[in-house]
């Protein structure tokens, strides 16, 4: 492949993450507003099962998975939908939205140390302590509210961002190892419908205890709709298609543009504040990623 066609594929790879990264900037506020209406596993279920509806038409016609693959598959349907998703919604219903995007902003370090154990990438000067720098950012913003208010709900719900975190960054280097020679949409289709299988027997629960359906307002419609349409279906595709196309120890600088978008949404939407502890770790988190990447200067515009 010439010079001139790389550059045209890496870029746009960028612009596909940088897409796929501003939608689940919007996520965590908006479905965190939708889980005042309706509870997490039906929210689930109806975002990826429908979500799979969508990209059957494009999956059929994208071949098949070999048998040698249907267990890696399931496992990063497993990581990238069923824990990732479930730990995130469950911490949405306890803890700001705005501390959702920033825990899971700490993945480039995760991830760039993943892509030297397991993909064997070639790995970065000051890697360490910017993996430690970052790591404090991460504590001080999970434990920020022992500070405030004493052990409450909302350390949960932040230790649940973190483990969501964790399982996406796992599902990340497992997809770029093993699958990322298959089609996205055929890949895509088969997490979505793994991962929303996985949540059925909760969301049948919740429908013969609570009957969330009954009950839907804007709130729960909205959240279904984005759900399905933009976090779902087309940021799950461009991240996957885009995951194609960088090294994996650059995918995850782009969650550098998740908390500007959530902020800009949880501040007037839902009436989140910034306490200074927040902004501390904040700092340490992409001083942190900065430095394990070499990159003082670093976002992901500069890669267009």
């Not at 699958?179 to 890949?187: E, G």
């Not at 990447?293 to 890669?303: C, Q």
Request: charged share 10%; proline share 5%; glycine share 8%.
């Amino acid at each position: 492949m010439s010079s001139l066609a790389t550059s045209r594929t890496h870029r746009n790879g960028v612009l596909a993450l940088i897409i796929a990264n501003i939608i689940w900037g919007a996520a965590a506020p908006i479905f965190k507003l939708s889980l005042q209406n309706i509870p997490p596993f039906t929210l689930a279920f109806l975002r990826f099962f429908g979500a799979s509806l969508l990209l059957y038409p494009f999956a059929i016609k994208a071949g098949k998975i070999k048998h040698r693959d249907i267990l890696t598959l399931i496992i990063i349907s497993f990581f990238g939908v069923t824990f990732n998703i479930a730990f995130f919604f469950w911490g949405l219903m306890s803890a700001p939205a705005i501390n959702a995007t920033v825990i899971a902003s700490s993945g480039p370090v995760f991830l760039c140390l993943g892509g030297i154990l397991f993909l064997k990438e070639k790995p970065r000067k000051k890697l360490l302590g910017g993996l430690l720098i970052s790591l404090l950012g991460v504590i001080i913003i999970i434990g920020q509210p022992i500070f405030t208010e004493g052990f409450d709900g909302q350390l949960v719900g932040n230790i649940f961002f973190l483990l969501a975190m964790i399982f996406h960054t796992a599902y990340t280097i497992l997809y770029k190892k093993s699958m990322s020679h298959y089609s996205t949409f055929l890949i895509t289709y088969w997490m979505f419908l793994i991962g929303s299988l996985t949540f059925l027997p909760f969301f049948l629960y919740e429908t013969v205890t609570v009957n969330p359906l009954f009950s839907l307002d804007i709130r729960g419609l909205v959240g279904i709709g984005f759900g399905i349409f933009l976090s779902s279906a087309l940021a799950y595709f461009l991240f996957d298609w885009g995951l194609k196309r960088i090294p994996s120890q650059e995918i995850g600088i782009f969650a550098y543009l998740d908390p500007i978008i959530a902020a800009a949404i949880a501040i007037p939407l839902l009436g989140e504040t910034v306490s200074s502890l927040f902004l501390l770790g904040s700092l340490l988190i992409f001083g942190g990623i900065a430095i394990a990447e070499n990159r003082l200067h670093y976002h992901p515009l500069h890669k267009l």
